[in-house]
C-alpha cells in the first residue's frame, strides 16, 4: 500500500551545474560509458514543459540512452519565468542565453564547434541559432521540431491564428503555463477520456504502472509560465506568419535564412504526433542548405519519442548517426 | 481557466489541484463508462473514445471549429481586463 501512497520523485542521470543565469541552468551529466572523443551534444528543450521528461526513468532514459552510447551530454534546463522575465524576447534566449551556453560547453568541453540538438520549441530555438552563428555548430539534430507551421494537419497553428495574441499578453503578461497546459490537453480528447485509467483498475495491485502514470501525471502538469514578449513574437511570426520557411524571421536584427545551415543535419519526428505533425517537421528538407540531411518517423506521438517502448532505439539510432 | 495568485503558486495547491484533476478525471470516466461497466466492454469504450476524438478533430481541423476553438479561449481573457478585447 506504501508504493501506492507515495509520489515518486525524478530521479537524474548523475550531472552537475556547469553555468547558471537568472532561471537558466546548464547541465553537464557525467559519461557513463568510456568510449571517448565524441563532440559534446548541447541539448535545447522547449519553453513549454520541463526537459527532465528526456530523463524520466532509468530503465526508459532517452537521454541516459545517449550517454550510454558514449555521447557527451549538455542539457539547458530554462527554469521557471517570473513577472521580472515578461520583457524576455525571442533574441534574449536565441542570441543571448543559448549563445552563452554554446560559449560555455565550447569551452568546457574544450572543442572549437558542439553539436546541437534541439527538441520541439527548443528545435526552433536549435535551427534559428545554428542558421545565425553557424561557425560554432557542428551537426545539428532536430526531434519534433514544427518548420512549417501552416501545413493543413497542423490544428494548433489554425487555432493560433485566430487567438488575439497581443491581447492575451497585454492582460496576462506572461503567459501561465496552467493555461497553456489545459489547451494543449484540450486538443486531445481521449486525454480527458482516457482508458489509461481503466487499465489501471484492471490491475489494481501493480504499482509499477501507478508510479509510471504518476510521473506521466507530475511531469504533464508541471509547465512553466512562458515570458510574455516570447509567446507574442513566437505565436504571431511563427504560428501566425509562418515567417521561418518564408526566410522573413527576424531575430534582434538578423534575418533567420535557413540556407545557412550547410551542416550534417539529422531530423527525426513522430508519426503520431498531434502538437506538431511529422508534415511540419518533413518541410525543413526543401528550406535548408545542407547536402547531408537524414530524417525518419517513429511509430509514436510527441512525447512517446522519447518515453515509448517503440522508441528504445532511438538513443542508438542517433548515436549512429553521429558517430559516421 | 486558472489565474495564478500567491496562494496558486504555493506548492500545497498546486498539488491539491494536480490531485483534484486526475480524481475529477476518474468521476467523469466513471460516469461515462456506466453503460458500459456493466458488460466490461472495455473495447467498445475504446472504439466511442477513438471515434469521438476523430469528430472532434474533423471539427477543429476546419477553420470553423478552429476559430469557434480560439473564440472561447479570447473570451474568457476578456472577462479579466475588457479594455483589452477588440
Known amino acids: 500500500m506504501q508504493a501506492f501512497l507515495e509520489l515518486p520523485e525524478i530521479n537524474h542521470a548523475v550531472r552537475h551545474i556547469i553555468y547558471q543565469e537568472n532561471k537558466l541552468k546548464l547541465y553537464c551529466y557525467e559519461p557513463t560509458h568510456p568510449k571517448v572523443n565524441m563532440p559534446p551534444l548541447l541539448i535545447v528543450y522547449a519553453l513549454v514543459n520541463r526537459p527532465y521528461i528526456l530523463d524520466i526513468q532509468a530503465e526508459c532514459s532517452f537521454l541516459r540512452g545517449l550517454l550510454a552510447q558514449g555521447i557527451p551530454i549538455y542539457l539547458i534546463d530554462w527554469g521557471y519565468p517570473t513577472k521580472e522575465d515578461k520583457n524576455l524576447t525571442l533574441q534574449d534566449y536565441i542570441l543571448g542565453l543559448l549563445d552563452r551556453c554554446v560559449m560555455k560547453v565550447k569551452e568546457h568541453s574544450h572543442a572549437s564547434k558542439i553539436n546541437l540538438m534541439g527538441v520541439c520549441q527548443g528545435g526552433v530555438f536549435a535551427l534559428c541559432y545554428s542558421a545565425l552563428r553557424a561557425d560554432y555548430i557542428n551537426k545539428l539534430i532536430t526531434l519534433v521540431t514544427p518548420v512549417d507551421f501552416h501545413t493543413p494537419d497542423n490544428i494548433l497553428s489554425r487555432i493560433v491564428r485566430y487567438v488575439d495574441v497581443n491581447m492575451w499578453v497585454d492582460t496576462l503578461g506572461n503567459i501561465p503555463g496552467a493555461l497553456l497546459n489545459q489547451l494543449l490537453l484540450m486538443l486531445k480528447l481521449n486525454r480527458w477520456l482516457n482508458p489509461t485509467w481503466l487499465e489501471l483498475l484492471q490491475n489494481p495491485y501493480d504499482s509499477t504502472r501507478y508510479q509510471q502514470y504518476h510521473l506521466m501525471e507530475k511531469w504533464l502538469y508541471d509547465t512553466p509560465d512562458l515570458a510574455g514578449e516570447t509567446f507574442r513574437q513566437f505565436a504571431t511570426a511563427l504560428y501566425q506568419q509562418n515567417q521561418l520557411i518564408k526566410g522573413e524571421l527576424m531575430i534582434g536584427q538578423e534575418r533567420v535564412d535557413l540556407k545557412q545551415l550547410s551542416m550534417p543535419l539529422l531530423n527525426i519526428y513522430a508519426h503520431y504526433d498531434y502538437l506538431v505533425p511529422p508534415s511540419s517537421s518533413q518541410a525543413l528538407e526543401h528550406h535548408v542548405g545542407s547536402k547531408n540531411y537524414t530524417a525518419f518517423s517513429l511509430p509514436t506521438g510527441h512525447i512517446g519519442l522519447f518515453t515509448s517502448k517503440k522508441a528504445r532505439q532511438l538513443p542508438f539510432e542517433i548515436a549512429r548517426w553521429y558517430s559516421h | ?86
Not at chain 2, 467523469?28 to 458488460?39: D, R, T, V
Open chain 2, 1 to 86: 481557466m486558472f489565474y495564478h495568485t500567491p496562494f496558486t503558486q504555493q506548492p500545497c495547491f498546486i498539488q491539491l489541484q494536480q490531485l483534484s484533476q486526475i480524481y475529477a478525471q476518474v468521476v467523469i470516466q466513471l460516469f461515462s463508462m456506466a453503460p458500459f461497466f456493466s458488460k466490461y466492454n472495455y473495447e467498445l469504450y475504446k472504439q466511442w473514445v477513438s471515434t469521438m476524438e476523430r469528430h472532434y478533430y474533423e471539427f477543429l481541423s476546419q477553420d470553423e471549429g478552429a476559430k469557434w476553438f480560439a473564440d472561447q479561449i479570447n473570451a474568457t481573457l476578456c472577462l479579466f481586463k475588457p479594455a483589452n478585447c477588440k
